[in-house]
Nanobody, 119 residues
Framework: QVRLVESGGGLVQPGGSVRLSCAAS????????MGWYRQAPGKERELVAV???????NCADSVKGRLTISRDNTKNTISLQMNSLKSDDTAVYYC?????????????WGQGTQVTVSS
């Protein structure tokens, strides 16, 4: 089966930075879109940033100017660095991928990694 495995996260001070990485493995021909979502307790999952198949990045207004996101299409990995972290960045961050398979293009999600911004 397809797996998305995240790394990174943890406790970060306000104004600090965090780097998240994700690697996809399994029956993959090509990943169309790949990126990150996040979810805080009691709230809906929301977009952080996603890179589509053409290399275009779509990111939330709340993180514009504070992040760097990149894909390695050969290794099926993606990384996200967020700077100037604020308390409302605290959430579980989920790796996301829309993967082209033989007969479908389903969505996949990682287990999630906790990012807590606190002094």
């Amino acid at each position: 089966q397809v797996r998305l495995v995240e790394s990174g996260g943890g406790l970060v001070q306000p104004g600090g930075s965090v780097r998240l990485s994700c690697a996809a493995s399994g029956p993959i021909f090509r990943i169309n879109s790949m990126g990150w979502y996040r979810q805080a307790p009691g709230k809906e999952r929301e977009l952080v940033a996603v890179i589509d198949s053409g290399g275009t990045t779509n990111c939330a207004d709340s993180v514009k100017g504070r992040l760097t996101i990149s894909r390695d299409n050969t290794k099926n990995t993606i990384s996200l660095q967020m700077n100037s972290l604020k308390s409302d960045d605290t959430a579980v961050y989920y790796c996301y991928a829309k993967i082209l398979r033989l007969t479908s293009i389903p969505d996949y999600w990682g287990q999630g990694t906790q990012v807590t911004v606190s002094s």
